[in-house]
């Protein structure tokens, strides 16, 4: 069996039924993308396949093969951040991190599919995604920005709605 | 001809049918198969060892995912995803949107969700009670054959059966009510699905009030309390069956009202 995993294919040991979740970090390393619940739960493993966000855990790979799958190393470069990867670091998006990139790849499938600003969709969109760090609201204005087009100053963080008296913004 | 392969780490026999034909033919009598549609369900199960297949059968590429139109008769493969069924009417629709999170109705399939076996914490199968209300007909294969049968003489076999697809006609009027969920995952706590054929007829099925969906027969005259006759709620994580109890001709209640409604 043979994977395309960010561009580069690899021949597969690991049996057909094996969670895509574990080739991709017990036999490819590519621990970008995370095992949080294994059972679907949580949206940390999401993975793009063919472009659609998909639970990583919950996907044979045999039903990955002859498919593009993008994992968060596969969205952007340390010299060249895609712009929601910059949203996450401009909006404070991120806190632990670890549903960062499952947060990240259902993002990117929602900007992709022409998603709007508007937070109810965002949600929709993200609402199989768990942030124990309850981050939500940022997670949703940074997606809102790329869906708007923003561009972003990565030397700063950006002043929001959500932000505390203690940092200078709005209460 | 279908793949076959053996996974490495695994005693497991993976058939990989390319049409219904195939797929007929890799199930068989359906003994000692684990058929694997949009793996939601199996993964999980899979991955901490509570199922040791001998023989998986995928169904991925087996042509079973499509959806059929002819006049008011709807027939939908079994490989379905769920999430093609939201904007269908009511009850497909509204009961389909209120199944788990997009992604996951990506993946998950009609006929996987019907199939879905009781579970420990909480019920499965949502679906089950608004295919019943639409008396929902399945197409399945396994042992004697293939066969089709309403939904609710399928459902006691669901485990044994290869579902093809399942056929309805579009009610007049449809409605659906169902318990908020906490959280996306989770399993609806208790829903009601009911609908009304052009000639008035009034059919009425619960998910979450018993180990599968089943009919409130005895509320399909109007009164609500009546469904209390044809349940046998149970404690489990998501809610306690005096909860259900409570609940439950309030729901049936509200799908009544809906059904008085213009077609």
């Known amino acids: 069996m043979r994977l395309t995993v960010n561009g580069v294919t690899h021949e597969i040991e690991s049996g057909p039924l094996t969670p895509l979740l574990d080739v991709l970090r017990e036999e490819l390393g590519v621990t970008g993308t995370k095992a949080g619940c294994h059972q679907g739960g949580c949206g940390a493993c999401t993975v793009l396949v063919d472009g659609e966000p998909k639970r990583s855990c919950l996907l044979p790979a045999a039903y990955a093969e002859d498919a593009e799958i993008t994992t968060a190393e596969g969205i952007g470069t340390r010299e060249g951040l895609a712009p929601i990867q910059q949203a996450f670091i401009h909006h404070y998006a991120a806190q632990c991190g670890f549903c960062t990139s499952g947060m990240m790849l259902a993002a990117q499938a929602y900007i992709d599919r022409g998603g709007s600003d508007d937070p109810e969709a965002i949600q929709e969109a993200l609402g199989g995604h768990v942030c124990r760090c309850t981050g939500y609201s940022k997670i949703i204005d940074a997606v809102a920005a790329v869906a708007r087009g923003d561009s972003f100053d990565l030397t700063t963080t950006a002043v929001g709605k959500y932000t505390t008296m203690a940092t200078g913004g709005e209460a | 001809m279908a793949t076959v392969s053996t996974a490495p780490d695994a005693a497991t026999e993976v058939l990989r049918p390319t049409s219904e034909q195939e797929a007929i033919e890799v199930f068989g009598d359906g003994k000692d198969v684990l058929v694997v549609g949009g793996g939601t369900i199996v993964l999980p199960e899979l991955t901490y060892h509570q199922l040791r297949p001998t023989r998986a059968v995928l169904l991925k590429d087996a042509g079973l995912a499509w959806i059929q139109r002819d006049s ?144 409130l027969l005895s509320a399909e005259g109007g009164d609500a309390d009546a469904a209390l006759q044809d349940v046998n709620p149970h404690d489990d994580a998501l809610a306690s069956a005096w909860y259900r109890r409570k609940v439950l001709p309030v729901l049936v209640r509200r799908v009544l009202t809906d059904l008085e409604g213009p077609a």
Do not use: K, W
């Open chain 2, 72 to 215: 008011s008769r709807v027939t939908i493969g079994a490989m379905t995803p769920i999430e093609e069924l939201v904007d269908f009417p009511a009850p497909i629709g509204p009961c389909a949107r209120n199944i788990a999170d997009v992604e996951i109705r990506s993946q998950a399939t009609v006929a996987g969700n019907l199939c879905a076996g009781e579970g420990d914490e909480a019920p499965r199968g949502d679906l089950q009670g608004a295919f019943l209300a639409v008396g929902a007909t399945v197409r399945s294969a396994g042992e004697g054959g293939i066969a089709e049968e309403p939904l609710e003489a399928f459902l006691p076999n669901r485990g044994t059966r290869l579902v093809l697809s399942i056929s309805y006609d579009e009610p007049a009027v449809g409605a659906f009510a169902g318990l908020d969920r906490p959280h996306t995952h989770d399993y609806t706590a208790l829903a009601v699905s009911g609908a009304r054929d052009a000639n008035g007829t009034i059919r009425l099925a619960a998910t979450g009030a018993g180990s599968h969906g089943q009919r």
